[in-house]
T-cell receptor, first 116, second 111 residues
């Protein structure tokens, strides 16, 4: 298994440009999530999905769109990039737990995005 | 919303010394994750705790969950340079697809 893969690893954008960060997992996980990591602020949840066709907003969703047409893929779209979106983006996936049981969240290697 | 506070924010220890990192939640903890992140890299899963009083160990790292105190601790015994990195705790907010993270503890291990 490749686990959780993210592309690209690095990206530089100009303000106003749009782009899509790709995330894929080959573990047949129902849950997938996008986080951003900024210095001194830990990781913050952007959007998440509990299954194909189902997405919801996290803590910092503004300026981002997601869709989940397949179990494997969960792309994150930046509609009009802003310097405030300069960050490291992580995708994660996990199996659905039963009741209050949780499962390990697997993280991708991250995408380092700079918006000029 | 749930908030996680980690302490200390940074730590420098001499190789061979023991250390403890704490993660305190503003709400009841149901699922608590510990991750390690090497500088500029992704997150490596260490352990997950789900029950009050639960304790798990992996090599020289032990994590405990104190449900009453809404706190988890991560203890490293006989630290090594390979333990250096950022340690992050994350709490499940109703579903494992939504984790709230602490701001991390930066660990340096000196020779």
């Amino acid at each position: 298994n490749a686990g959780v893969t993210q592309t690209p690893k690095f990206q530089v954008l100009k303000t106003g440009q749009s782009m899509t960060l790709q995330c894929a997992q080959d573990m047949n996980h129902e849950y997938m999530s996008w986080y951003r990591q900024d210095p001194g602020m830990g990781l913050r949840l952007i959007h998440y999905s509990v299954g194909a066709g189902i997405t919801d907003q996290g803590e910092v969703p503004n300026g981002y769109n997601v869709s989940r047409s397949t179990t494997e893929d969960f792309p994150l779209r930046l509609l009009s990039a802003a310097p405030s979106q300069t960050s490291v983006y992580f995708c994660a996936s996990s199996l659905r737990g039963s009741g209050r049981a949780y499962n390990e969240q697997f993280f991708g290697p991250g995408t380092r995005l700079t918006v000029l | 919303s749930q908030e996680l506070e980690q302490s200390p924010q940074s730590l420098i220890v001499q190789e061979g010394k023991n250390l403890t990192i704490n993660c305190t939640s503003s709400k009841t903890l149901y699922g608590l994750y510990w991750y390690k992140q090497k500088y500029g890299e992704g997150l490596i899963f260490l352990m997950m705790l789900q029950k009050g009083g639960e304790e798990k160990s992996h090599e020289k790292i032990t994590a405990k969950l104190d449900e009453k105190k809404q706190q988890s601790s991560l203890h490293i015994t006989a630290s090594q340079p390979s333990h250096a990195g950022i340690y992050l705790c994350g709490a499940a907010a109703g579903t494992a697809s939504k984790l709230t993270f602490g701001t991390g503890t930066r660990l340096q291990v000196t020779l």
